[in-house]
């Protein structure tokens, strides 16, 4: 029973350029969470997805992020025209749904690097 | 948006000792989760206490939860190296769908 699939572990970008991140969720869990986390700080939330739903987004940027859970296939978080300060690790948690968020299980993410 | 606060940020233990790391938040709760992250690593779910419990046991861990002072406890007994780590609460508001964390503790067991 595998567990939250992140992919790439590392992703090293120059400004400018886009950066796809994909998380598969864990068997049987229809709901995904990205979170960002800077060095030494917790995880910021950013967007929470079902599929092909996004239920709330209020923690994303509104300019060059966007994420989304399509009926199949992994949930991609896209960075378009990267700066050096979306240097961070990008978490994905996933959970069965319910009421209200219960445990999560995350990935081990996505270390993104801008140079 | 609300998030928890961690006290002490670091601790620095002997093997076999307890560690104690402290939490609190602002509004009412859900529920409290602890989460532990090793360096490098994703973060693994600890221990989930629900606003109408008080104290919760797993293993090792105990999780205490006094919503009159909004603030959480986690109790690591008889520590071992391999318990160096990062420690995360997380709380849910009601009617939120979010798990919001705080800056985390970092706990280093000296072994």
């Known amino acids: 029973n595998a567990g939250v699939m992140q992919n790439p572990r590392h992703l090293v970008r120059r400004r400018g350029q886009e950066a796809r991140l994909r998380c598969s969720p864990m068997?049987?869990?229809?709901?995904v969470y990205w979170y960002r986390q800077l060095p030494e700080e917790g995880l910021k939330f950013m967007v929470y997805l079902q599929k092909e739903n996004i239920i709330d987004e209020s923690g994303m940027p509104k300019e060059r992020f966007s994420a989304e859970f399509p009926k199949e296939g992994p949930s991609i978080l896209r960075i378009q025209q990267v700066v050096r300060g979306d240097s961070a690790a990008y978490f994905c948690?996933?959970?069965?749904?319910?009421?209200?968020?219960?445990?999560?299980?995350f990935g081990e993410g996505s270390r993104l690097t801008v140079l | 948006s609300q998030q928890g606060e961690e006290d002490p940020q670091a601790l620095s233990i002997q093997e076999g000792e307890n560690a104690t790391m402290n939490c609190s938040y602002k509004t009412s709760i859900n529920n409290l989760q602890w989460y532990r992250q090793n360096s490098g690593r994703g973060l693994v779910h600890l221990i989930l206490i629900r606003s109408n419990e008080r104290e919760k046991h797993s293993g090792r861990l105990r999780v205490t939860l006094d919503t009159s002072k909004k603030s959480s406890s986690l109790l690591i007994t008889a520590s071992r190296a391999a318990d160096t780590a990062s420690y995360f609460c997380?709380?849910?508001?009601?009617?939120?769908?979010?798990?919001?964390f705080g800056k985390g503790n970092q706990v280093v067991v000296i072994p």
């Open positions: 997380a709380t849910v508001i009601y009617g939120n769908n979010r798990l919001a």
């Open positions: 948690a996933s959970s069965r749904g319910g009421d209200g968020p219960g445990e999560l299980f």
């Open positions: 068997k049987g869990h229809s709901h």
